[in-house]
């Protein structure tokens, strides 16, 4: 029918780091591509996930978060929904696995990172990563936990993350790819540039951070989203096209707690395995909420971008019923911060924050 079409996006092996120039090449392609695509649909139900703040997670809530992801990493690697395949998901999009075949570029490859497509994609990432670690655990309310490093009290790495009198093969939520000199007690450093400069006043300095990326460097839109980045063009290394949380508290909080042994800092710290580490999407489910954060300042300049080529955009992702799904930038114009909720399209509740 017109309702669906044809996957026309190509997924190529990718350059595992873009910047370094190097050859190394990694496959971060979905399983199964041949399939065909769905437009998104805003699920029915009334059903409110309330995201929570992972340093105050119930026993309840954090028992839930681990049995999902145990219950993802459980699935066969090559499954849709398997923490493997979440993961390779950022890789593809990051690392420019994908061409824009779809819309007329077939050389070009698309880049997620550096530009006004950031916050988008990573809501859309989110929201069916948490639908999916929803439907393994059977539970329609499951909502993702956020790394609040903005909050003098969530400043350490989540204590769920942390290795700390467990079996570390038996927690899921652990990494062994991070820098052992950031578990807690650590204070994180919202403006880290790869070396430890310790301060005695590090909480009111990621303070000041905050400040910067919410509101000094981020009274327009394009300062706060990232420059324009259309069909058929080049991806964008420039720094200076990167919005203001992306370039400080994002990049410096996956550089702080990624392995300074590893070549690339890995896991957290290069794109293509960041999301190997179940931190990543605490990290991120925070990010999407200073998207949210930034709008409520309802400060002038503090408001969506309106252009139609943002608008359009769109990216692939299998949702929850393993269906792949083309989801559009479009649909979340519509989500406006609403007291605590975020409501989307047609006033379902797309996201909400506790
Ligand atoms: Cu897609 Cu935090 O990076």
Redesign the pocket.
Same mark, same amino acid.
């Given at each position: 029918t017109n309702q669906t079409q044809r996957l026309r996006v190509s997924c190529n092996l990718a350059p595992e780091d873009q910047d370094r120039g190097d050859n190394t090449l990694i496959n971060c392609c979905p399983p199964k591509l041949q399939k065909t695509i769905k437009p998104f649909v805003f699920p029915t139900e009334n059903t409110v996930r309330m995201r929570w703040s992972a340093h105050k997670g119930t026993p309840e809530q954090m028992k839930k978060f681990k049995t999902a992801i145990q219950a993802m990493k459980d699935l066969p690697h090559d499954h849709p929904h398997s923490f493997a395949s979440q993961a390779k998901i950022?890789c593809a999009?990051?690392n420019g696995a994908y061409t824009e075949v779809n819309s007329g570029f077939p050389d070009t490859r698309i880049e997620? @990172?550096n530009s006004w497509l950031?916050f988008p994609? @990573?809501r859309w990432y989110l929201y069916f990563f948490e639908r999916i670690l929803g439907k393994l655990i059977n539970d329609p309310t499951f909502a993702l936990p956020f790394w609040q490093w903005d909050e003098t009290d969530g400043m350490q790495m989540p204590q769920m993350f942390v290795p700390e009198n467990i079996d570390v093969n038996k927690n899921f939520l652990y990494d062994p790819f991070r820098d052992n000199k950031h578990l807690p007690p650590a204070i994180v450093d919202l403006d880290y540039a790869d070396n430890d400069k310790p301060h005695n006043d590090q909480v009111q300095r990621n303070k000041c951070t905050m400040y910067r990326d919410l509101i000094s460097n981020a009274g327009d839109p394009i300062s706060f989203f990232g420059a324009i980045y259309e069909a058929g063009e080049e991806p964008i290394p420039d720094d200076k096209s990167i919005g203001s949380v992306e370039t400080g508290c994002?990049?410096n909080v @996956?550089r702080w707690v990624g392995d300074p042994n590893q070549p690339l800092h890995e896991d957290m710290g290069v794109?293509y395995s960041?999301?190997r580490d179940p931190l990543?999407y605490a990290?991120?489910a925070n990010?999407d909420r200073m998207w949210k954060l930034w709008k409520e300042l309802r400060l002038p300049g503090h408001v969506d971008l309106t252009h139609p080529s943002w608008l359009n955009a769109s990216y692939v992702f299998y949702d929850e019923n393993e269906d792949l799904v083309m989801a559009m930038l479009m649909m979340l114009m519509l989500v406006v911060p609403y007291g605590q909720m975020a409501r989307g399209y047609g006033q379902q509740v797309l996201v909400v924050f506790a």
């Open positions: 950022h999009y990051c997620i @990172h950031f994609f @990573h994002h990049n @996956h794109f960041a999301a990543f990290h991120h990010i």
